[in-house]
C-alpha cells in the first residue's frame, strides 16, 4: 500500500486548482455542506463543484449530477458519502481525470470487519482508476496559504488564520486541528494540514516527504500514533535536514493503557516508545511531548538563524528570572557562559550599579528609560565570541517602552547574526506593536524563562545532533542490498542451540569463549588438550532454555576428572528433570572473567525491523531497566552514544577502585551484532548474548551465553 | 530577625486603611511618583497621603510634611527615599503609629557592605520604633481585592486584574509579578501578591501565614531562592492542609550554576534542592517548577471538589486526544478506570454507532447536535463508582455547542459532587459566554489534554498526600523538648573515631558488629574469647580516615594466630605511612554478611537542621546518586517512603533470585538515627553508616561502619 510517489507528486493535493465536493449537500452544517460553505466563505481562490445527482445548485453554487459532467479544472474531489458508495465515486473520479481525493466518511476500517473490505474496495477503486486518496476516515485537508478547506469541524470557521512555514500532518483530525489551533493561537502560522485519517492509500510518510517538496514548507510536523514504515520516516527525517527543513514528531499511544485506547480507536500500530525514540535521536528527528514546547520550537526554528554552539547569554530586568533561566538552560545542557573581561568592563560602564555584568546580566529596568544603554548592552553582549545565542529576560514590559526594546532587539540581532530568544509576556493589546515587529522579524518569544530555557536548549542539541549527523548516511554502506553476503542459511529456523549460536555470532566476528562439545558419555583427556582450566560445563539442548535451574550447569571445573564428573551429573539431571529433552551433548568452555557484565541483544520490531538493545547487565538492567536501542545496522559512533546513553555508563570509565573498561571492544560487538541483525531481517525474531563480559580497557569483551531466534520453519 | 507574629497579625498590612508614601513625586514615573498615581487611578478606596516636605500637593493630592502631619488613618507606609534616609523614616512612622511599612527602596544587603550596614540599621530602626517592614529592595505590596497598589513596575498599569482566592509571595519582584500576570492571563485570579526583597523583618514564612490567616485566600503561594526558616515552613503547609487550604512553592535556585546567580543578586540561601524537596513532601507541599502548571494547579484548586481516588475517565470528541490524555494520565499515576458493565451499556445505548463506550469515552461531535445525549453520557460516567474525577476533551468546540456543554457540565458537576477538569481550547471571543460560564463555576479548564492529564493527576497525589498525612504531627513526638534525653556529652565534639561512633549509635539501638578494642601488641586468646571467627582487624585512629588505603584493614581473619599477624601488619603499616597519625589500638569486630548494601548518613542542613539520608550502596550511590532525604526526627512511615522513593527500591523486594530483605530492620535503623541527628542538633556536622548490610526478611541489618561528626570544640 505505501507506493511511494515522485518527489513533489503531491503538489496538486496541496495546493489544488479546482475542487470538487462529492456528495456536496445544501446544508453548510453537514459533513458535505460543510467545504461547499468554507471553501467560499474562507475566499479559496479556484473553482468550487459541488457534486449530487439531487441538486440542480448547491448553496448557490450550479450543481453537478456527475463528476464527470465537472467543466474546468478540478486537482481534489473530497468524498462525502456513505462508506458504500466511496469505491464507485473514486472510480468516477478517477476516470474524470481527478489526481487526488480526500474521503472524509468513516465506516472502514476502524469501524469492524465489514468497514475492513469497504477499505480494501476502496484502495482497489483507487489502484485500478489512478486516483491518490487521504482518509478515510478523516477531516480533511487545508491549506491556508490559499485559504482551502477541503474540511469539516471545527476548523473550518477559523477566519484569519495566521500563514506560515509549518505544515502539519496527523491521525487524529480532532486533536490534531486543536494542536494547529493552539500553536495558532501562541503566535505560529501554518501552511498546509492534513487529516490522514486510516491512510489506506497516502501514508503519513508520503505527505512528510511532499511538505519537504514544498518550497513555502520549512518545518515538517506529525502527529503519530503509529506507522507501518519507520524506516521512512528516518530517511525523511535525514532528508529534511539536507534541504535545511525540520522534521518535528509527536509520538502519542506510548504507554500500554495508551496504545490500548489507540487500537480502540483506529487499529494504527503502535509500537515500543523507546525503539520510536532511538529512530528519531539516529535520523535527527525533533520529538515534541506538549503544545507549549512544539509551538516554541517552531517560533524558534522558523527563523534563519541557529546557534553554533551550546554558549547562551541571558540579559533581564530581573535577578530571580536570571536565575530561572540559569537553571533551566544548565539542566538542558546549555553552558551560561562566563562573559569576556572586556564584556563585562563594558557592561560595567553601560549599566546602573545596581545591575550586574555578570551572566545572567541584570540590566535592571532603568535602562529602558535610555533606549541606547539597552542597545548597547545588547550589541556588547552579543559581540561576546562564548555568546552563541541570546536570552532576553524581559518580563512583563509594555508599551512604548517594549516597542523601543523591539526595535533595538531587531537590529542587534540582525548585526550579529546569532539567535536571539525573548522570555517576554506583556498583553498583546499593551504592546502590539512590538509583538508585531518581532513576529515579522521572527524574533521567537516564550511568555517565561522556563520555557525560553528549554526551547532555546533544545534547538542547540537539535543543532549539535544535526552538525554530528551530517555527511554520513543513514545506515552505514553494509546496509546496501549489494554487500549483503551472509544470507540465510537453510537450517536456520527456530530457535538455536549455544552452540550453534555462538558460532553464527562467531562469523560475525563477536568473541566467544573456547569451548568443545562433549557427544558421548566417555571423556578423554585429549578432547580437553585445547581448553585452559578453569572451564565450566554446560548441557547443550535447543529444548532446555533455563539451564542452571535443572542442574544443567557446573562451573569453575579445574581439571579433567571434575569435568568427567560434571558430565555424568549433567546427564543425570537431564535424564531426571527434562526426560523429552533432545540431549546434543555437553558443551565446555574455558571460564573467562570481566569486570563488568552487559547484555546485547536484538529484535525484529514490525516498524523498524531488525534493532540492537544493550545494558548494563545485573541490577541495572532488573531493577532499573537501563538499556538503550538503535536500529541496524549501525556505526561505531552511533554504538558508543548507546553506551553513552545508558544511565550507567559512568561504570566505563572506571568508579571508585573499578578499572576503566573496554568501551572499543563492546562497540565493536554492537557494530558486529547490527550487521548481524540486518543481514537476518527476514527471518530473524532475537538474539540474546547475555551475559557479555566486558574487561578493562585493552583487555576486550566476550559473549559468554547466546541464543539465536529465527522464525520457526514454513 | 526572625520575630513570629500572632495569627492575624498581618492583616493592616494586606488590607490598609490608609497608606502613606513616604517620598511622594510629583511624577507619576518615578518611584514615589508611582504609588500615588495607581492608588487613585486603579480605584483604591482608603486615604492616600503624600509626604514630601518640598510640596504642598502631589498630583492632586495634599501632600504632607511629615509623616506626623498625616490628618488620618494610615495602616501602611509605602518608603520610595534614598537608603540613607530609610531608617530616620521608619523611626517617624513608627513614632506616628503606623504598624506596617513596605520599603521600596534599593542600595541595602544586595550592593555590599554598606548596604548591609544600612539594613542592619533599618532592622533596628524599625525594631525600636514598633513598625513592622517588608523589603527593603522589593517592589511593593498589591490588594487586588482592594485595589491597593503600593508597587511600582508594570504590575500597576494593569486595569481590572481578575481577583480570585489566590495570593503569592516572591523573592524576586520582576519574575513574581510577571509569573502573576501569565497566570492572570490564564485565568486564574489574585488576592495578595507582595514583593518580598531582603526579607530584612517580615519573612516570606510570615506572609505565607498571613495570607493563611485571610479568609478570603484559599491558595497560597510563594517563589523561593531560599529560606533561613525551613522547619517554619513545613509547620505552615501543615497548617494550610488543617485550614482546607494549599500551600504552592516554586522554589528556583536549584542548579549550582543558578544558586550563584541567586547569591550575586540578593544573598539569599539557596539550598540543596533534594533536601527542599523531601521536606515539600513532608509537609505535603505542592512545588511548582513552571507557570502553566502553577495556574492549572490553582484553577483546579480554587474550587471545592477534590478527587477521593486515583480513578480517573476521559471523555472526548477526538479519539487522539483521549490517547493521548491516557498516556499521560497513567504516567502521572491516575488509574484509567474500567467502566462498570452498566456504564457501557448505557453509554452503548446513548452514543452514536462509531463512538466508543471504553474509557477513554469517544463520545464523537455528533453528541452536540441532540445536547440530551452529551448530558447523559455525563451523567452516566460521572455516577460510575470507579470514577473519582472526569477529563472533558473538546478539542475547540466553539459557539452555541460549548455554551450547551458547559451549561450541562456545570450541572452535572454538581449533581455528582465530583471534578471535572477540561481539556478546551476555543478561542476566547468565540466561546465568551461557555468560559464565563465554566470559570463562574470554577470548572478548570487546561487548554490541552496533556495539561488537563498532568494537573489531575499531580492533584490526586496531592490529595492522597494530605490524606496520609492527616491527623498525624509534622514531626513525631520524640522531637518535643520534653522527651529528649540524650544531651550532647562534653567529650563528644570533632570527628568520633569508629568505636565511639558505633558505641554511640547502639545507644540509639541501632546495630552494630561485637567488637573489641586491643590497645596493646600482645593479643592473648581470652581477649579474643566472646567474638565469633571471621574476624575483621581495622585500625582505630581518628586521624585515619582512609583505612584500607593504608593497609589499616584484614579482612576474613579466622583465628586468633591470624589476628595476631594482622595486628603486627597494621602497626607497621601505620608507623610507616602515617607516623604521625595518634593510634587508639585495633579494633576486632566479627565479620557479617548481609544481602544488599546501604549507607545511611545524616547531615545539618543550614535551612531545615537535621536532615537523614539513605542510598543503595556501591553502584547506586556512586553511578547513579539514587539517595533520598527527610528532615528529622520521623517515624516508621515516613522511613518506609524513603526507601520506596529510591530508585533502586525493587531490589527489597527481591528481584531473580535474590532474597527480599528487611525492611523494617532498615526502617527501624532510619528512625533511630533521625532520632539521633535531632537529639543533637546544636552540634552535629554529620554522620555516615557505610556501610548498612540488609539481609533477608527477618535477618536484621547492621551498620559495619560509622563515623560520626561534631562541632569542633570551640
Chains 1, 2 share one sequence.
Not at 514548507?217 to 535545511?244: F, N, P, W, Y
Amino acid at each position: 500500500m505505501n507506493m511511494r510517489t515522485e518527489n513533489g507528486s503531491l503538489g496538486r493535493l496541496l495546493s489544488p486548482n479546482g475542487v470538487a465536493i462529492i456528495g456536496a449537500s445544501d446544508n453548510p452544517g453537514r459533513i458535505g455542506g460543510q467545504p461547499v460553505a468554507f471553501l467560499s466563505k474562507q475566499g479559496y481562490q479556484g473553482r468550487i463543484y459541488p457534486v449530487n445527482p439531487k441538486y440542480q445548485t448547491v448553496q448557490g453554487l450550479p450543481c453537478f449530477a456527475r463528476v464527470g459532467d465537472i467543466d474546468g479544472p478540478a486537482d481534489l474531489a473530497v468524498v462525502a458519502l456513505p462508506a458504500h458508495a466511496v469505491p464507485q465515486a473514486l472510480r468516477e473520479a478517477g476516470a474524470a481525470g481527478i489526481p487526488f481525493a480526500v474521503v472524509l466518511s468513516g465506516g472502514f476500517r476502524e469501524s469492524g470487519e465489514d468497514g475492513d473490505r469497504l477499505q480494501i474496495e476502496l484502495v482497489k477503486a483507487a489502484r485500478e482508476s489512478g486516483i491518490r486518496v487521504i482518509g478515510p476516515n478523516c477531516q480533511g485537508v487545508v491549506n491556508l496559504h490559499d485559504q482551502m478547506f477541503a474540511s469539516f469541524g471545527a476548523i473550518n470557521e477559523e477566519p484569519n488564520l495566521r500563514r506560515g512555514p509549518v505544515s502539519m500532518v496527523f491521525q487524529s483530525g480532532g486533536l490534531g486541528f486543536s494542536v494547529l489551533l493552539l500553536c495558532e493561537m501562541l503566535g505560529i502560522g501554518f501552511h498546509h494540514a492534513i487529516s490522514i485519517g486510516n491512510q489506506a492509500d497516502i501514508t503519513t510518510s508520503e505527505v512528510l516527504n511532499g511538505f519537504l517538496d514544498d518550497p513555502d514548507t520549512k518545518i515538517a510536523v506529525a502527529q503519530i500514533e503509529g506507522l507501518s514504515d519507520g524506516r521512512d520516516l528516518m530517511a525523511i527525517g535525514r532528508r529534511a535536514a539536507e534541504l535545511g527543513k525540520h522534521l518535528v514528531i509527536w509520538k502519542i499511544g506510548n504507554t500500554e493503557a495508551g496504545a490500548r485506547a489507540a487500537s480502540s480507536h483506529t487499529a494504527n500500530l503502535t509500537g515500543r516508545y523507546d525503539i520510536y525514540r532511538a529512530a528519531f535521536r539516529q535520523a535527527g528527528i525533533l520529538e515534541v511531548t506538549s503544545v507549549e514546547e512544539m509551538a516554541d520550537l517552531f517560533a524558534a526554528l522558523q527563523g534563519d538563524r541557529l546557534p553554533r554552539g551550546r554558549g547562551v547569554a541571558a540579559m533581564g530586568i530581573s535577578g530571580g528570572a536570571g536565575i530561572l533561566f540559569t537553571d533551566r538552560a544548565v539542566t538542558g545542557g546549555l553552558d551560561m557562559v562566563e562573559l569576556s573581561d572586556q564584556t563585562r568592563a563594558r557592561l560595567t560602564e553601560i549599566l546602573p550599579s545596581f545591575g550586574s555584568a555578570e551572566n545572567p546580566v541584570d540590566i535592571t529596568a532603568n535602562v529602558f528609560n535610555d533606549i541606547s544603554q539597552f542597545d548597547d548592552a545588547l550589541n556588547v553582549v552579543l559581540a561576546d565570541p562564548g555568546v552563541d545565542q541570546l536570552a532576553l529576560l524581559l518580563a512583563s514590559l509594555p508599551g512604548e517602552r517594549a516597542r523601543l526594546a523591539a526595535e533595538a532587539i531587531i537590529k542587534a540581532a540582525d548585526r550579529h547574526d546569532k539567535p536571539v530568544m525573548l522570555a517576554w509576556s506583556a498583553r498583546r493589546e499593551r504592546a502590539a506593536e512590538a509583538y508585531a515587529m518581532l513576529e515579522e522579524a521572527r524574533i521567537p518569544i516564550a511568555p517565561h524563562p522556563v520555557r525560553t530555557a528549554d526551547c532555546m536548549a533544545t534547538v542547540a542539541r537539535h543543532v549539535s545532533r544535526q552538525a554530528h549527523l551530517a555527511g554520513r548516511p543513514l545506515f552505514p554502506d553494509s546496509a546496501a542490498p549489494a554487500v549483503q553476503s551472509a544470507g540465510t542459511e537453510p537450517r536456520d529456523h527456530g530457535t538455536l542451540d549455544e552452540r550453534r549460536s555462538k558460532e553464527l555470532m562467531a562469523r560475525y566476528g563477536i568473541p566467544v569463549p573456547k569451548e568443545i562439545v562433549l557427544t558421548g558419555e566417555d571423556v578423554g583427556n585429549e578432547a580437553l588438550a585445547d581448553l585452559r582450566f578453569p572451564v565450566v560445563a554446560k548441557v547443550l539442548s535447543a529444548d532446555i532454555t533455563h539451564k542452571s535451574d535443572i542442574g544443567g550447569v557446573k562451573l569453575n571445573l579445574q581439571s579433567a576428572d571434575e569435568v568427567r564428573q560434571a558430565v555424568v551429573d549433567i546427564r543425570k539431571a537431564v535424564a531426571e528433570r527434562c526426560p523429552d529433552a533432545q540431549l546434543e551433548g555437553i558443551l565446555v568452555a574455558e571460564m573467562v572473567h570481566g569486570d563488568a557484565e552487559l547484555l546485547v541483544g536484538a529484535l525484529n520490531d514490525p516498524t523498524f525491523g531488525p534493532v540492537v538493545a544493550v545494558g548494563m547487565g545485573g541490577i541495572f538492567t532488573e531493577v532499573l531497566r537501563d538499556i538503550t536501542f538503535r536500529v541496524a545496522p549501525f556505526d561505531a559512533d552511533t554504538a558508543r552514544e548507546m553506551l553513552e546513553e545508558l544511565r550507567g555508563y559512568e561504570i566505563f570509565h572506571g568508579v571508585r577502585g573499578r578499572p576503566a573498561l573496554d568501551v572499543e571492544a563492546v562497540v565493536r560487538i554492537l557494530v558486529d551484532v547490527s550487521r548481524f541483525a540486518w543481514d537476518y531481517r527476514d527471518t530473524l525474531v532475537e538474539l540474546d548474548l547475555n551475559p557479555v563480559l566486558v574487561g578493562a580497557r585493552g583487555q576486550g569483551a566476550i559473549a559468554v551465553d547466546a541464543v539465536v531466534g529465527f522464525q520457526a520453519e514454513s
